[in-house]
């Protein structure tokens, strides 16, 4: 039973576009959502964080929202530009079980 | 860069070898975590630790264990490598439950 779901593996943007990459959960418990990025043969890359008190959260050209009834957050890259390029993952976590469950990623190409 | 290491970056072991790889921290977080990444299912937790001698399972577990004897080392044993083992595992490091996880530079193991 997947409990985070990126339903796109793919989406491609113009330069200078916005980016909306979404993410949805079963689990109504979750109360944290991190969203990653990932270049080829590196490491994930903490982009940004959104806690279930909030609905959205803003860091320069990233903004994540949260729709806690709808159980989805997405999150978006304005404008986007070709270094952003990449694998980008959600994952939830419930306070107090140590861990994060992660979405399945879903790949942005960013044309110049 | 949050200072994580792992070892080995890449091996090409056999079934049925044994495998262990290493998570290096020097941040002194008190969370560690093990993931591996496929192709479709994105990051998948194997084992966590929130402290030293204290690990527990995570969604993909079986075939292997871990050990956390010092705060800075996590050690993940395949016992015996099948090739389903074959996979990119990557090291994850954070302060306290639901903090931002920093990830190591992964490993990628390949089962013959």
């Known amino acids: 039973d997947q409990q985070v779901k990126q339903n796109s593996p793919s989406l491609s943007v113009q330069e200078g576009r916005i980016s909306i990459l979404n993410c949805d959960y079963t689990n109504s418990m979750f109360d944290y959502f991190l969203w990653y990025k990932k270049y080829p043969a590196e490491g994930p890359t903490f982009l940004i964080s959104i806690s279930s008190i909030k609905d959205k959260n803003e860091d320069g050209r990233f903004t994540v929202f949260l729709n806690k009834s709808a159980k989805h957050l997405s999150l978006h890259i304005v404008p986007s530009q070709p270094g952003d390029s990449a694998v980008y993952f959600c994952?939830?976590?419930?306070?107090?079980?140590?861990?994060?469950?992660f979405g399945t990623g879903t790949r942005l190409k960013v044309l110049a | 860069d949050a200072g994580i290491t792992q070892s080995p970056r890449h091996k090409v072991t056999e079934t049925g070898t044994p495998v262990t790889l290493r998570c290096h921290q020097t941040?002194?977080?008190?969370?560690m975590y093990w993931y591996r990444q496929d192709p479709g299912h994105g990051l998948r937790l194997i084992h966590y630790s929130y402290g030293v001698k204290d690990t527990d399972k995570g969604e993909v577990s079986d075939g292997y264990s871990v050990s956390r004897s010092k705060t800075e080392d996590f050690l993940l044993t395949l016992e015996s490598a099948t090739s389903s083992q074959t996979s990119v595992y990557f090291c994850a490091i954070g302060r306290n439950d639901q903090e931002t996880q920093y990830f190591g530079p992964g490993t990628r193991l390949l089962v013959l």
């Open positions: 941040e002194n977080h008190r969370y």
């Open positions: 994952a939830a976590s419930t306070s107090g079980t140590y861990k994060y469950i």
